[in-house]
T-cell receptor
């Protein structure tokens, strides 16, 4: 069965520190991989996506993610976190003609 | 602002009732997706329409139905409501129908079933 796991329910980092959010997936087809951010009371905003090619993907707001096929992972990173990055981060997997599967999300808190 | 609008923002109703949620996609987008987000189940894909036709179906209950109209707006109908249907319902839209098309999410409708 298709699934996405995000092992960390809640992460707290200090402003200016680096960040890595983990995402692992189980998907039969060649997946398309996405990271979304959701602020409280808001819809989801796409941070970045991977379909093929270079396994290091750059996104908006200074985020990047690396696809590692051997580890079935698509971890999200940011070198220096800002207080405005506090939000819920959701990893998702999809494929042509197939349904999207979303991870449970990781809530990021940022300490001043 | 994603350009996707959803009405109403909040809806409070009783068990057994029926409600309709409305979504207007971004200008030029032909696909509309519906999602349910609850605390215990996370974000779940319900259904996708592309240019008026049902394109993909996810974990949508038989008590729920949707349609996309000629002007491309979409409605999600929820009937015989149960307490467990309380959730945030998101609509998203995209230009095309493939997974590679960026989906733009609306602000959601928060449904509370009492």
């Amino acid at each position: 069965a298709q699934s996405v796991t995000q092992p960390d329910i809640h992460i707290t980092v200090s402003e200016g520190a680096s960040l890595e959010l983990r995402c692992n997936y189980s998907y039969g087809a060649t997946p398309y991989l996405f990271w979304y951010v959701q602020s409280p009371g808001q819809g989801l905003q796409l941070l970045l996506k991977y379909f093929s090619g270079d396994t290091l993907v750059q996104g908006i707001k200074g985020f990047e993610a690396e696809f590692k096929r051997s580890q079935s992972s698509f971890n999200l990173r940011k070198p220096s976190v800002h207080w405005s990055d506090a939000a819920e981060y959701i990893c998702a997997v999809g494929a042509w003609g197939q349904n999207f599967v979303f991870g449970p999300g990781t809530r990021l808190s940022v300490l001043p | 602002d994603s350009g996707v609008t959803q009405t109403p923002k909040h809806l409070i109703t009783a068990t057994g009732q029926r409600v309709t949620l409305r979504c207007s996609p971004r200008s030029g987008d032909l696909s509309v997706y519906w999602y349910q987000q609850s605390l215990d189940q996370g974000l779940q894909f319900l259904i996708q329409y592309y240019n008026g036709e049902e394109r993909a179906k996810g974990n949508i209950l038989e008590r729920f139905s949707a349609q996309q109209f000629p002007d491309l707006h979409s409605e999600l109908n929820l009937s015989s409501l149960e307490l467990g249907d309380s959730a945030l319902y998101f609509c998203a839209s995209s230009v095309g129908q493939g997974a590679e098309d960026t989906q733009y999410f609306g602000p959601g409708t928060r449904l509370t079933v009492l």
